[in-house]
């Protein structure tokens, strides 16, 4: 009981603005988004390290725009992972700030060792020449760096899962550790789960790479269909091992949460069954089958992400925390803002990836001028008016004046 009024007194007393499951719903998409660029960018690492060793033409060629791919890649991961992280203040607040509280050391290291990744990434990619001496050696950092901050944040992930541990692992005796110092918790089968994936999406990005190349004069066939075929092989065989892995995870899961029975679980495996024997098909002409792997991949990601969140919801509901009934303080405007800003950017976002793609494949950019002037204006607009609704709202609380 006490654990429970604790969590409950840590909620945000204003409420939250729109309904909960309109939240969650956004935490577990951007959530599978965040993952999915983590899994790119870890296994585009592996496979440029593993590609640079090999050293053939086609495999120095391969690694080097996977080195250019995860610069990109990190960037992605990096935006991508800031959203759940709001989505998970909203409605988790007691279960992450009380981890962050408990281990603030590593929350702040967390942002330094992905500035040691993001660099070394960098630097491997900028080191140009295939034959760099020790150019490996920035991957391999770039890639250890990047380990390091999943363990943080799974560490501190699985920490809010496990309330009923708080107490122990900060108190004994008389003596509170208030340092923020610890990291108290870490699950190599869930943690596994997140990683052991990157070489299977490495997999379908190679296949993407064959598939968005193919027809272009300077990429000659043999090296796309190398590529391709690499890429259906790694999807296969690392996707059975995911499997593998995640049925490690789902029997060491409390038994009493009966989790294999849940629905969001069924889901989400059935998806990722059939992910598996989609690939097996796949492997026939990978790089034609490309864009509906990815396609599987992703609606893998995003249901086994529900089911990840339908595992959150047991272990808090365990002691007595349910989202379902955080105090409601509905407002309109900032939900209509939000959602504003989220589709605007969306849109100002399909400007420069239409641009990409087109130049890519055609050499060439096609007439997008309607939507290069909306992609412009918009956050102009955008800046008005929040801009705008700051200066009315400070002088209507006369806070500005
Ligand atoms: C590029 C380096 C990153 C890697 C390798 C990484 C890896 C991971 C992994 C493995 C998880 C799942 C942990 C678990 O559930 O056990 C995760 C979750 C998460 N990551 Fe990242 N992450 C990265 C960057 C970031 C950044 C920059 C942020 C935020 C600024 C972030 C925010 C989050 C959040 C909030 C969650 C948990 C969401 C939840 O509880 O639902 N990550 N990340």
Same mark, same amino acid.
């Given at each position: 009981?006490e654990?429970?009024n604790y969590?409950n007194a !840590?909620?945000d007393a *204003?409420?939250?603005?729109f309904?909960?499951?309109?939240?969650?719903?956004f935490l577990?998409?951007?959530?599978?988004?965040?993952? !999915?660029f983590?899994?790119?960018?870890?296994?585009?690492?592996?496979v440029?390290?593993? +590609?640079?060793?090999k050293? @053939?033409?086609n495999?120095l060629?391969?690694s080097?725009a996977?080195?250019?791919?995860?610069?990109?890649?990190?960037?992605?991961a990096?935006?991508?992972?800031?959203a759940?992280?709001?989505?998970?203040?909203?409605i988790?607040d007691?279960?992450?700030?009380?981890?962050?509280?408990?281990s603030?050391?590593?929350?702040?290291a967390?942002?330094l060792?992905?500035a040691?990744a993001? @660099?070394?990434s960098y630097?491997?990619y900028? *080191?140009? *020449?295939d034959k760099?001496p020790?150019?490996?050696?920035?991957?391999?950092?770039?890639?250890?760096?990047?380990?390091?901050?999943a363990a943080?944040i799974?560490?501190?992930s %699985?920490?809010?899962?496990?309330?009923? !541990?708080w107490?122990?692992?900060l108190?004994?005796?008389q003596?509170?550790?208030?340092?923020? $110092?610890?990291?108290?918790?870490?699950?190599?089968?869930?943690f596994?789960h997140f990683?052991?994936? *990157? &070489?299977?999406?490495a997999?379908?990005y190679?296949?993407l790479?064959?598939?968005?190349?193919?027809g272009?004069?300077d990429?000659?066939?043999a090296y796309?269909?190398e590529t391709a075929?690499?890429g259906?092989?790694?999807?296969?065989?690392? @996707?059975?091992a995911?499997i593998a892995?995640?049925?490690?995870?789902l029997f060491?899961?409390? !038994?009493?949460?009966?989790?294999? #029975?849940?629905?969001?679980f069924?889901?989400?495996?059935?998806?990722?069954?059939?992910?598996?024997?989609f690939?097996?098909t796949?492997r026939?002409?990978?790089? $034609?089958?490309?864009?509906?792997?990815?396609l &599987?991949?992703?609606?893998?990601?995003f249901?086994?992400s529900? +089911?990840?969140?339908?595992?959150r919801m047991?272990y808090?509901?365990?002691?007595?925390?349910?989202i379902f009934?955080?105090?409601?303080s509905l407002?309109?405007?900032?939900?209509?803002?939000?959602l504003g800003t989220?589709?605007m950017?969306?849109v100002?976002? +399909?400007?420069p &990836?239409?641009v990409? %793609?087109?130049?890519?494949?055609n050499? $060439?950019?096609s007439n997008?001028e309607g939507?290069?002037?909306?992609?412009?204006?918009?956050p102009?607009?955008?800046f008005?008016?929040?801009a705008g609704l700051?200066?009315? &709202?400070?002088l #209507?609380?006369g806070t500005?004046f």
């Amino acid at each position: 009981m006490e654990l429970t009024n604790y969590l409950n007194a !840590m909620r945000d007393a *204003s409420g939250v603005p729109f309904y909960p499951v309109v939240f969650q719903f956004f935490l577990v998409l951007t959530f599978a988004l965040h993952i !999915m660029f983590v899994n790119f960018l870890l296994g585009g690492v592996v496979v440029s390290i593993w +590609a640079r060793i090999k050293a @053939t033409p086609n495999s120095l060629r391969l690694s080097k725009a996977l080195a250019r791919g995860s610069t990109i890649n990190a960037s992605l991961a990096m935006v991508l992972g800031v959203a759940p992280l709001l989505f998970v203040q909203v409605i988790y607040d007691p279960f992450w700030y009380t981890a962050n509280s408990m281990s603030a050391y590593w929350a702040m290291a967390f942002l330094l060792i992905l500035a040691v990744a993001f @660099t070394a990434s960098y630097v491997f990619y900028l *080191s140009g *020449s295939d034959k760099a001496p020790g150019a490996s050696g920035w991957a391999v950092l770039a890639l250890v760096a990047l380990l390091a901050a999943a363990a943080v944040i799974h560490a501190l992930s %699985v920490e809010q899962l496990l309330p009923q !541990m708080w107490k122990t692992w900060l108190i004994s005796g008389q003596e509170v550790n208030a340092s923020g $110092k610890g990291l108290y918790a870490f699950e190599w089968h869930r943690f596994l789960h997140f990683i052991a994936p *990157s &070489i299977a999406m490495a997999g379908v990005y190679l296949m993407l790479y064959a598939w968005f190349f193919n027809g272009r004069k300077d990429y000659d066939r043999a090296y796309l269909q190398e590529t391709a075929t690499l890429g259906a092989n790694l999807a296969l065989y690392a @996707t059975a091992a995911q499997i593998a892995i995640g049925l490690w995870w789902l029997f060491s899961v409390p !038994m009493e949460f009966a989790f294999y #029975k849940n629905p969001f679980f069924l889901v989400g495996a059935g998806m990722g069954a059939a992910f598996f024997l989609f690939l097996m098909t796949a492997r026939a002409n990978p790089i $034609k089958n490309a864009p509906v792997a990815a396609l &599987i991949a992703f609606l893998s990601i995003f249901l086994m992400s529900y +089911a990840r969140e339908a595992l959150r919801m047991t272990y808090t509901g365990k002691v007595g925390y349910n989202i379902f009934d955080y105090k409601l303080s509905l407002d309109w405007g900032s939900t209509v803002l939000f959602l504003g800003t989220f589709v605007m950017g969306i849109v100002v976002m +399909a400007y420069p &990836i239409l641009v990409a %793609v087109q130049v890519a494949k055609n050499g $060439k950019e096609s007439n997008n001028e309607g939507l290069a002037k909306l992609a412009t204006a918009l956050p102009v607009v955008w800046f008005l008016v929040v801009a705008g609704l700051g200066i009315v &709202i400070s002088l #209507k609380n006369g806070t500005l004046f």
